[in-house]
T-cell receptor, first 111, second 114 residues
């Protein structure tokens, strides 16, 4: 069974640009969560989607947004990038009330 | 109230020793406490989890001890091996009726010396 797939794995952007990250969950998983991981702040929850609906949202500015498609695939978007957005963005999928399975992440560098 | 505090930040243990990592929380509404293991370049992977109606859970060499009254829980790794060298995160579910919204501790980098 394939795991959670995140693309791209690495990307470099400049301040002010926007970025879209993609996540394909494990087959059969309808819940997708996104996390930001940085050395200073650790792992921080961004948002959670279930059946195309945002179920929970973390404490991030409106520049961070996401969506989920009918096939459970999810995307997150960061607009007007800032240097502080440099991070590893992790996607996780799960069955309802099940454990989270994380992907390997998309490493974003903002110059 | 929404924080999970983890200690120590780093830990060095000899092979065969016991590794102990501690976490504390404030919000009594938390009802799911997982531990994740992360190797460099990889995403976190669930190691073991506990709910507050149980005081201890053991899976192989890994044990969670849970003290509801003290709002603390800890991970014990028995017979620590060099392959256990990784970063460990405790977490608690942040509410909203799901387990997808986790609040993580800041992590403990464990090094097991051969």
């Amino acid at each position: 069974k394939a795991g959670v797939t995140q693309t791209p794995r690495y990307l470099i952007k400049t301040r002010g640009q926007q970025v879209t990250l993609s996540c394909s969950p494990i087959s059969g998983h309808r819940s997708v969560s996104w996390y930001q991981q940085t050395p200073g702040q650790g792992l921080q929850f961004l948002f959670e989607y279930f059946s195309e609906t945002q179920r929970n949202k973390g404490n991030f500015p409106g520049r961070f947004s996401g969506r989920q498609f009918s096939n459970s695939r999810s995307e997150m978007n960061v607009s007007t990038l800032e240097l502080g957005d440099s991070a590893l963005y992790l996607c996780a999928s799960s069955l309802p009330a099940g454990e989270l399975f994380f992907g390997e992440g998309s490493r974003l560098t903002v110059l | 109230q929404q924080q999970v505090k983890q200690s120590p930040q780093s830990l060095i243990v000899q092979k065969g020793g016991i590794s102990i990592i501690n976490c504390a929380y404030e919000n009594t509404a938390f009802d799911y406490f997982p531990w994740y293991q992360q190797f460099p370049g990889k995403g976190p992977a669930l190691l073991i989890a506990i709910r507050p109606d149980v005081s201890e859970k053991k899976e192989g060499r890994f044990t969670i001890s849970f003290n509801k009254s003290a709002k603390q829980f800890s991970l014990h790794i028995m017979d620590s091996q060099p392959g256990d060298s990784a970063t460990y995160f405790c977490a608690a579910n942040g509410g909203g009726g799901s387990q997808g919204n986790l609040i993580f501790g800041k992590g403990t980098k464990l090094s097991v010396k051969p």
